[in-house]
Structures are given as C-alpha cells and as structure tokens.
C-alpha cells in the first residue's frame, strides 16, 4: 500500500468509527502516524467531510422513514387503524425517538371537523411531503 493508499484507507476507517490505532492497525503504521496525520488540514478535513457526509445520509434515510411512520400514526389517531400489535408499537418507539408523540386516538374539532375525508387526507398530505423536504 502506497503512503496516499494509506492515508486514503485511514480516512474511511475513521469515517466509519474505526479508532486511530485500529485504522492504524490496519493500514500498517503507527497511532502516532494516524495523529500526526490528524493535524494536517488536508487530512482532518478529509475526514470531516466523511463524517459529515455520513451524517446527512442518516439524516436523509431517516425522514425517508419517517414519512410512513407519520402517515401510520395518522391513520391511527383518526381511528382508521388498529393502534394494537408489534409493528404499532415500533412505530411508537420510533416516532418518540424522532420527537413526534404518537396518541391513540383524537377527537377532531374545529375547522377540521367539518372537513371531508377527501379534504383532510389532501391535508394530510401536503403536511407530509413538507416533512419529507426538510
């Protein structure tokens, strides 16, 4: 492995979460190396260019996810779906998780109240695809 193919080699690894001294393990050199290779610009920045890459895929996946979890819970709360089972219960942890706090079931009152089926899921889903831009 050349010197670039190692340094290469220990950005990703430490992208992944790898420690300096595993990605020095496995690129040959020493964990004195990988710092010293950690104060160059060039290198660190590589590096949090990584890891924030990393971060807004995770990011992007989980509101991909997060879209049908919402519509899910939707459906529960109006009554249109069984609030009981394995899947309604991850789907709780996991909205309680993103900070959304599911319910069982609401009453509509209101301007909602009057709205048909028709009005309310058309709502409903212009409020989901602005989630799903964020």
């Known amino acids: 492995m050349t010197p670039v193919e190692q340094k290469q080699e220990a950005v990703r690894l430490l992208v992944q979460g790898k420690s300096n001294r595993a990605a020095a ?5 020493s964990e004195g190396t990988v710092r010293a290779w950690l104060k160059r610009p060039e290198f660190s920045q590589a590096v949090e260019e990584g890891l924030e890459a990393n971060a807004a895929l995770g990011a992007r996946i989980y509101r991909a996810h997060l879209v049908p979890l919402i519509q899910r819970e939707i459906a529960i709360a109006l009554g249109n779906e069984e609030s009981t089972g394995p899947q309604a219960a991850c789907l709780n942890n ?18 909602l109240a009057s709205m048909s089926d028709a009005e309310l899921e058309a709502l409903i889903a212009g409020e989901v695809a602005t989630v799903a831009e964020e």
């Open 25 to 29: 393990r496995a690129v040959g050199v």
């Open 94 to 111: 996991a909205l309680k998780r993103a900070g959304v706090i599911p319910v069982e079931r609401v009453e509509i009152t209101g301007r």
